[in-house]
């Protein structure tokens, strides 16, 4: 395989509301090709910032899940290589030029996981079950697709070789309480969502022990108790998000157990 007939870079990031986040991201991709933004008709200022960078691409879709919106960005970019972006992630001057100089020799590899940094607000979040995470970012498009079947924590599947880059992507995840539960409660309909397509049934236990062996294992086993408070929001958090997961799972289930016969 050769990947270097085309190595320009094609930098995607999908939004929705993201004004917060979108302009210090943004202002930071000088090295991009292509730049498109796909937003799912954000309420705020996130068009009007987009669309205030020359070199940005703006497009609005109907967003359907993360999956098919991420593969619909893709089929937008001119570029063989894909380096997805989330408006909340920043890389660092170390990564960049990684990044760069990868693309240019690259001869093996088809798709590229990074590791990441998390931040809570402004701290680095050492445990609490995120010290191994890894996470595709970068690849080539004629060789990687996102599985249609997940709706949400995207699953990129890969024809060919995985590298991984050195330096880490910083990733800001946590802003404040509100808006982190919001999230988590999001990605917990969706998953819920993908359980009943599968025809997955609700168990009440794993509605109650899976979300407390989640919260023991991340803050117990994987050290959350040494990132403090931080690490009790953030495992709770991630708890109540299965917690909701198998809440909404037996909504489903119920809602179609009580739709009328067919006539």
Same mark, same amino acid.
């Given at each position: ?6 190595n ?37 200022n ?15 879709n ?37 990044? +760069? ?60 070789? +995985?590298g991984?880059l ?32 599968k ?20 803050? +117990? ?31 489903l ?11």
């Amino acid at each position: 395989m050769d990947f270097n007939q085309n190595n320009k870079i094609s930098v995607l990031i999908i939004t929705l509301n993201e004004e917060e986040n979108i302009p210090a991201l943004l202002a930071d991709l000088d090295f991009a090709d292509e730049i498109i933004v796909v937003d799912s008709f954000s309420t705020d200022n996130t068009k009007s910032i987009a669309i205030s960078f020359s070199q940005v691409r703006f497009i609005e879709n109907n967003f359907e899940n993360y999956s098919s919106q991420r593969n619909f960005a893709i089929s937008q970019a001119k570029n063989d290589w894909i380096l997805f972006l989330d408006a909340d992630e920043r890389l660092s001057p170390a990564l960049k030029n990684e990044i +760069i100089a990868t693309i240019k020799t690259n001869k093996t590899f088809s798709a590229f996981l990074f590791c990441r940094t998390f931040m809570f607000e402004d701290k680095v979040l050492h445990f609490s079950g995120n010290q191994t995470d890894k996470i595709f970012r970068l690849f080539n498009k004629n060789q990687a697709e996102y599985a249609k079947d997940r709706l949400v924590h995207e699953k990129l599947k890969v024809n060919g070789k +995985i590298g991984v880059l050195k330096n880490k992507l910083i990733h800001y995840s946590y802003s404040n309480f509100q808006t982190y539960k919001a999230k988590t409660i999001r990605y917990g309909k969706f998953k819920a969502q993908e359980k009943f397509i599968k025809k997955q049934k609700p168990s009440i236990l794993l509605h109650f022990l899976y979300p407390a062996y989640n919260f023991l294992f991340n803050y +117990i086993i994987r050290l959350g108790f040494l990132d403090g408070k931080r690490g009790l929001i953030i495992c709770y958090l991630n708890a109540n998000s299965i917690y909701v997961r198998y809440q909404e799972l037996k909504r489903l289930w119920n809602r179609k157990q009580k739709l009328p016969p067919k006539q």
